[in-house]
């Protein structure tokens, strides 16, 4: 195992009050394997504290503190997501107003979809009228992008990952039950150019006990794939 680099998560980039936002934290190590990649989150991933990221024999990237893991990524070059039919902008921005996120709490500051946030990515992903699936509109900040005017993969991963919530529990009762991102698994199919509007859509895929799993994906106004991911969402135990 062999020191490559390392992770820091700036404090801006939170989730949880305390902790990274899971998608732009899974995305930031995503960075150190090739191409399409899965993350695991096996602890929150602290926030303004650099973690070592250290290569595996196998290719896995692990962040670490200490001989505690953090997070690991694996290249996977099979990703294969089922993206349904595509939302359009108009049925995205009316889904919006649908948006079950909380004002208060630990996530209402979520620098993806808080309410409570003036500078979140304001993904707000609220069910679409006559179809089982969430979709927020979106169009990415010039901060978010690099010098070729496409969005950062961290923050795409970031946009991935808010959305498969409120698909994953699209159909509970108020008040929405807690759940954290175990994992997720992305693909980047092409450049998500910032100052255009995208529409994000997220459905619901399987249940059992305590996991979730989602669909994710960022599309074009035209309705072109430009990103896709499956989320795992954990509900902690019961205390």
Same mark, same amino acid.
């Given at each position: 195992?062999? =020191?490559?680099?390392?992770?820091?998560?700036?404090?801006?980039?939170?989730?949880?009050?305390?902790?990274?936002?899971?998608?732009?934290? #899974?995305?930031?190590?995503?960075?150190?394997?090739?191409?399409?990649?899965?993350?695991?989150?096996?602890? $929150?991933?602290?926030? #303004?504290?650099?973690?070592?990221?250290?290569?595996?024999?196998?290719?896995?990237?692990?962040? =670490?503190?200490?001989?505690?893991?953090?997070?690991?990524?694996?290249?996977?070059?099979?990703?294969?997501?089922?993206?349904?039919?595509?939302?359009?902008?108009?049925?995205?921005?009316?889904?919006?107003?649908?948006? +079950?996120?909380?004002?208060?709490?630990?996530?209402?500051?979520?620098?993806?979809?808080?309410?409570?946030?003036?500078?979140?990515?304001?993904?707000?992903?609220? #069910?679409?009228?006559?179809?089982?699936? *969430?979709?927020? $509109?979106?169009?990415?900040?010039?901060?978010?992008?690099?010098?070729?005017?496409?969005?950062?993969?961290?923050?795409?991963? @970031?946009?991935?990952?808010?959305?498969?919530?409120?698909?994953?529990?699209?159909?509970?009762?108020?008040?929405?039950?807690?759940? =954290?991102?175990?994992?997720?698994?992305?693909?980047?199919?092409?450049?998500?150019? *910032?100052?255009?509007?995208? *529409?994000?859509?997220?459905?619901?895929?399987? #249940?059992?006990? +305590?996991?979730?799993?989602?669909?994710?994906?960022?599309?074009? @106004?035209?309705?072109? =794939?430009?990103?896709?991911?499956?989320?795992?969402?954990?509900?902690?135990?019961?205390?």
């Amino acid at each position: 195992m062999v =020191v490559t680099g390392t992770l820091e998560i700036p404090s801006r980039f939170n989730g949880p009050l305390d902790s990274g936002n899971g998608g732009y934290s #899974a995305g930031a190590l995503a960075r150190f394997v090739d191409g399409s990649a899965e993350v695991t989150l096996r602890r $929150p991933v602290p926030l #303004a504290r650099p973690l070592d990221v250290r290569r595996e024999d196998d290719g896995r990237a692990l962040a =670490v503190a200490g001989d505690e893991v953090i997070a690991e990524a694996r290249a996977a070059p099979d990703l294969e997501i089922d993206v349904p039919a595509p939302i359009t902008v108009d049925e995205a921005r009316a889904a919006r107003g649908r948006y +079950r996120g909380a004002a208060s709490g630990p996530f209402s500051r979520c620098f993806v979809c808080g309410r409570a946030r003036e500078d979140s990515l304001d993904v707000k992903a609220g #069910a679409v009228e006559g179809r089982h699936v *969430v979709a927020s $509109p979106w169009v990415p900040p010039a901060w978010a992008g690099d010098e070729s005017g496409a969005v950062r993969p961290e923050i795409v991963w @970031a946009v991935l990952d808010c959305p498969t919530y409120f698909a994953a529990y699209i159909d509970a009762p108020e008040p929405l039950p807690p759940a =954290v991102l175990g994992r997720l698994s992305a693909r980047i199919d092409a450049p998500v150019p *910032v100052g255009e509007e995208h *529409v994000a859509i997220a459905w619901p895929i399987a #249940a059992e006990g +305590r996991k979730r799993e989602a669909g994710v994906a960022l599309l074009s @106004a035209a309705g072109d =794939v430009l990103a896709a991911g499956r989320a795992l969402l954990i509900e902690p135990r019961p205390q």
